[in-house]
């Protein structure tokens, strides 16, 4: 059967149509989250963390520590001088950079080109306990913080939370109104600050830590991580699938139902509505709505995931067996 000029056009529109919408769709199988190992086979990574688009580093078991200066496109391992395994790295400004392994805090001041040991804890400044350090942050050039715990023969006897005034050249203890395992912290200012920790503990201040008062979380299970948009919002997770949100600053938090019951271990907002989580087995969730709901993403991994890494254009989430996430948004 012969077509009209007008027949032959539209289906020839049709065909451009189709052959558009499948590429889309081909395109949408493709995007999201890619898997590599970066780390070393059989050795946990447990820490991310981008100084900018282009300078970012891994760290994890055995005191490995890589970084990349074109966004993650290479990787170059660094030493730090420990084989202890690196749980936190953190940058408080382009040049000035710390590590916590164990009991020591590693710092740099060439942008992460060399790193040193800053200062050590021993067991006798913790009445005999041995201090196991796990996150930092810092809220201005002068004031940052660190929180872990001190244990005997692996039992946690004390809450540790460590202070500077002066930009890392000294640390005092603040003393928590709790004695569980403290993980890791928020600020948003100076003054307004969060941790959590082990038994749904969530603490806060709101003079720098001079004072902690413990908040009420709704849970019992191990919180792992907390992050505040202002001072008013803010996000914990933890064990068995626990997300909680709080629109008061802690005043209140509530529960939020998402769609597993793994362990959560890092979440991140990038803005007032979107926001990531991850956790054991792989697991990935996304919120389009300022974490009221959530839904799974695909990861292509099984691995743990026990941190994450998000900004305004890329994603990075790292775990088990050396395993790297990125994501370009």
Do not use: C
Not at 193 to 218: A, M
Not at 266 to 279: K, R, Y
Not at 304 to 324: E, H, P, R
């Amino acid at each position: 059967m012969l077509l009209s000029k007008g027949g032959l056009l539209a289906r020839k529109a049709f065909a451009f149509f189709l052959l558009t919408l499948l590429a889309g769709a081909g395109l949408g199988q493709n995007a999201g989250w890619t898997a590599a190992r970066r780390g070393q086979v059989g050795r946990d990574l447990n820490a991310v963390f981008f100084a900018d688009s282009k300078r970012g580093w891994i760290a994890g078991d055995g005191g490995f520590l890589s970084r990349t200066k074109d966004g993650g496109r290479t990787w170059s391992p660094q030493s730090v001088g420990t084989t202890d395994a690196i749980n936190d790295i953190y940058f408080r400004g382009k040049d000035d950079g710390y590590v916590l392994a164990s009991n020591s805090i590693f710092g740099s001041t060439d942008g992460g080109e060399t790193w040193r040991e800053v200062r050590q804890f021993q067991p006798h400044d913790f009445g005999g306990a041995a201090p196991e350090l796990y996150s930092i942050r810092f809220s201005s050039k002068k004031n940052g913080w660190i929180v872990g715990s001190a244990s005997r023969r692996d039992v946690i006897v004390e809450s540790l939370i460590l202070h500077t005034g002066d930009g890392g050249a000294s640390w005092e203890r603040q003393l928590p109104p709790v004695r569980e395992e403290l993980i890791h912290l928020d600020f948003i200012n100076d003054d307004r600050g969060w941790i959590v920790g082990g038994g749904g503990t969530i603490l806060f201040t709101s003079d720098g830590g001079q004072s902690w008062i413990k908040q009420t979380s709704g849970t019992e299970v191990t919180l792992y991580h907390v992050d505040f948009r202002n001072e008013r919002v803010g996000w914990a997770v933890g064990e068995r699938g626990t997300v909680l949100r709080t629109t008061d600053g802690g005043e209140t938090w509530s529960k939020v139902d998402v769609p597993v019951r793994s362990t959560l271990l890092s979440v991140t907002f990038v803005d007032e509505n979107q926001g990531w989580i991850v956790g054991r087995g792989g697991v990935i969730l996304r919120s389009e709505d300022g974490g009221r709901t959530w839904v799974r993403q695909e990861s292509r991994t099984k691995q743990n995931l026990y941190a994450l890494f998000i900004d305004k254009k890329s994603g990075w989430a790292v775990g088990g067996d050396g395993m790297v996430l990125s994501y370009e948004r």
